[in-house]
Each structure stands twice: as C-alpha cells, then as structure tokens.
C-alpha cells in the first residue's frame, strides 16, 4: 500500500513537472502587458486579453514562420512513416546476417551530433538548391526522426503474428492486399505513436532550421533570431504556439495511442 501510495505521488510531481509550465505560459500568453510585466504574478490571469497573442501574430514573419513550421512538420510526419514502416517491417519479417548489429547501427546514427555536418550540409544543399526552403528543412528532420520510427515499427511488426498474413495468403490475397488489410490496421496504434515523435521532434526542431534557413524560416528558427531583441510578451506568445500544435495533434490522434497502451477507446 506504501508503495502504491509512493508511485502516485511521483506521478502527480511529475505531472506537475509537466502541466505548471505549460499553465504559466497559457496564462501569460492571454494576459494584457501590464499582467505579463506585473510581479508577483497571480497563478490565474488577472484579465483575459487577447493583446498579447494580437500583438505576437502582428509581428512580421510571424505567419510566415508558422506556414512554414506545418509544412516542414507534415512532410517529416509523411517521409518518416513512408520509409521508416517498410524498413521496420522488412526487419521484423525478414532474417538477413547482421540484422542485430543493423538496428544498433540505427539507432547508433541518432548519436551523430549534427554540428559536425553544418557546413558540408550548407553546401551540398546550396548545390541541390535546398537550402532556405521547406523540404530541405524537412528531409533534415526526418534523418533525425528516422532511426525512432524504423525501431518502433520493426517492434510493432514483430507483435503482429505473421500466421494472420498467411491466413490471408490462402484465402487469395497477395503480400501487399494482406499487409493493407490485415496487418495495417493492427499496426496503426504505433504508428500514431511514430507520427506524434516525427511531427514533436520537426516543430521543436531549431539548429537545422536556423542553419539551413534564411527567409523560409520555421517558428522555433525565426522566435530563436527575434529573441534577444524581443519584448516579455512575444516570448510567452511564441512559446506558447510552440506547446500548443503538439498538444493538439497528440489529442486528435490519442484513440490510437490508448489501443497501443491496451486502454479502450475513449
């Protein structure tokens, strides 16, 4: 009973951890500016005011950034699972020499600091005619989201028993009719949980976009330039439009998330 007692209140704190921040940041971002300057601050908005989140989206480049964030976020979400689930089902269905050693290999890739690739990548891209635009910024992000999603998938394929795939064999399907219809509905839960990292890991992402980017620049990237030379309110307002979209496509998609775990759907 202690012990149980003792794992909930870690996971309140850690829920705390979680939500305070987010909270605070919220708050600030629909208080008026002399809320936002005030000290103390109240742990509840003085006044609701939608001056500070007018006054972030007034700001020039703002929308652009945001546009661009979206774009560069959905093409990763779309590479990442496009190449990362048949490579993750070509290693839970096939046996090849070397297949252990290739998934440390994958994973080994994602301790690569990307520093040391700065300025060969600028070139290269500059030579593709990648450079400043989205899907540059994109293929980027999907190297880094790549390794997670060809792990989590190859995982997922191994749970799925390949008896049903051969069950559908023989009652007339071909291997790609039994994948469609009998392992990829099984398999969606995971692969919610692998769009959700692929599209985290795009938005938040800031050194490849900064990098890689002059004019075509993603939220983090452009608040990152204007945040020396910012007032208090943009930053609550840009923070918080960084929380929010992750949050919201974790909760669009969060039915998945709940069969993956075994809860029923809510």
């Not at 209140?9 to 939500?19: E, N, Q, S, Y």
């Not at 959700?196 to 050194?207: G, L, Q, T």
Request: charged share 10%.
């Amino acid at each position: 009973m202690n012990l149980r007692i003792l794992y909930l209140l870690l996971a309140i704190v850690l829920a705390l951890w979680v939500i305070v921040p987010i909270f605070l940041i919220a708050t600030l971002a629909f208080s008026d500016r002399s809320s936002v300057f005030a000290w103390p601050k109240g742990i509840l908005p003085q006044q609701f005011s939608l001056e500070t989140i007018s006054f972030f989206f007034g700001v020039e480049g703002v929308g652009k950034a945001i546009r661009n964030s979206f774009v560069v976020a959905g093409l990763t979400l779309l590479f990442a699972l496009l190449l990362g689930a048949p490579a993750g089902y070509a290693l839970a269905r096939y046996r090849f020499a070397g297949a252990d050693a290739y998934r440390v290999l994958i994973l080994l890739t994602r301790a690569f600091p990307l520093a040391i690739l700065a300025i060969p990548l600028s070139v290269q891209f500059i030579h593709l005619g990648l450079y400043d635009t989205p899907l540059g910024v994109a293929l980027v992000h999907t190297t880094l989201a790549l390794p997670f999603a060809v792990l989590v998938t190859s995982s997922l394929f191994l749970g799925i028993p390949k008896e049903l795939e051969e069950a559908a064999w023989t009652l007339g399907c071909s291997r790609v009719q039994a994948f469609v219809r009998v392992v990829l509905p099984l398999a969606l839960p995971g692969l919610a949980a692998t769009a959700i990292f692929a599209f985290v890991i795009s938005w938040n992402e800031v050194f490849a976009a900064t990098l890689l980017t002059l004019r075509e620049r993603t939220l983090p990237a452009f608040l990152l330039t204007a945040l020396n030379d910012s007032p208090l309110p943009f930053r609550f307002a840009g923070g918080f439009f960084l929380i929010v979209p992750a949050l919201v496509f974790i909760f669009v998609i969060r039915r998945y998330l709940f069969t993956l775990w075994g809860i029923a759907n809510r």
